[in-house]
């Protein structure tokens, strides 16, 4: 109990420490915005009408996919600001600490989660002023935020794993968006996966991408049956626990091999 309340306070320290890069910073969390704004507003009024024939009609069905877009690209900023840290040596300064391994990466990830809160309500924001608008409950919307916000933390545990494996900033920049772009247009965020090749589909079908998606946009569209939103929202919990059982380990070993 002592050991779990000494890593909580940890954690809460590096929570409020890259957080306040935010604050001293707040180019960082502009930007951070802008780019999924720009990809909202793009793909509605410029691929709307050749998808879904109308940008009104193609609003309902993007946002709830951009919004999952949303939360793991900012999870590549994990890799990034710990690849960082660890360059400029301010990783090695943590572990002359009496500190957990396991503090320093949670902080990290923590502090993205909750940025992550931020920019995705501003992106609902967004999309309702231009068109979108719920169609399921409240409750079905609230889950929906989680199992989204939920999947993007858990990236950005794989994120991490992979900050700390290349120990530069623009190579887990660059590395990072190598595996997130394929993940990201072959799935349903843009296009029903039904009009891609068959070979594509069944790499889109089973994408955990795709899945939490899936999820998400029956929750706040209710665009499916109340068993197939279940299971959809089940295989997409699935898919983050195994994310999180697999990278988190993952991450504190090469943490401490660094």
């Given at each position: ?37 720009m990809f909202l507003l793009l793909f509605t009024y410029v691929f ?211």
């Amino acid at each position: 109990m002592m050991k779990l309340r000494w890593l909580l306070s940890d954690m809460l320290v590096l929570v409020e420490r890259n957080l306040l890069k935010y604050v001293r910073l707040p180019q960082l969390l502009i930007f951070s915005t802008i780019q999924p704004v720009m990809f909202l507003l793009l793909f509605t009024y410029v691929f709307g009408g050749a998808i879904k024939g109308s940008s009104g009609s193609y609003i309902n069905f993007l946002l709830p996919g951009i919004l999952v877009q949303t939360a793991i690209f900012g999870a590549i900023q994990t890799g990034v600001g710990l690849a960082e840290d660890l360059s400029k040596g301010i990783i090695d300064r943590f572990k002359t600490l009496p500190m957990s391994p396991s503090a320093v990466l949670m902080g990290r990830t923590v502090a993205d989660l909750l940025r992550n809160v931020f920019v995705v309500v501003l992106m609902f924001i967004v999309g309702y002023l231009i068109g979108f608008r719920l169609e399921g409950s409240i409750s079905d919307a609230i889950a929906a935020f989680a199992i989204l916000l939920l999947f993007g933390f858990a990236f950005s545990w794989i994120s991490a794993a992979i900050g700390m494996a290349v120990k530069n900033a623009e190579t887990a920049q660059v590395a990072g968006f190598i595996w997130v772009f394929p993940l990201v247009f072959a799935s349903s965020i843009f296009v029903p996966i039904e009009t891609m090749p068959g070979w594509l589909q069944a790499f889109a079908g089973g994408s955990p991408v795709t899945i939490t998606v899936d999820a998400v946009r029956s929750l706040t569209l209710g665009s499916a049956t109340a068993a197939e939103t279940a299971r959809y929202s089940l295989e997409a919990l699935v898919w983050i626990l195994f994310l999180l059982v697999v990278f988190i380990p993952l991450a504190v070993f090469l943490y401490r091999r660094s």
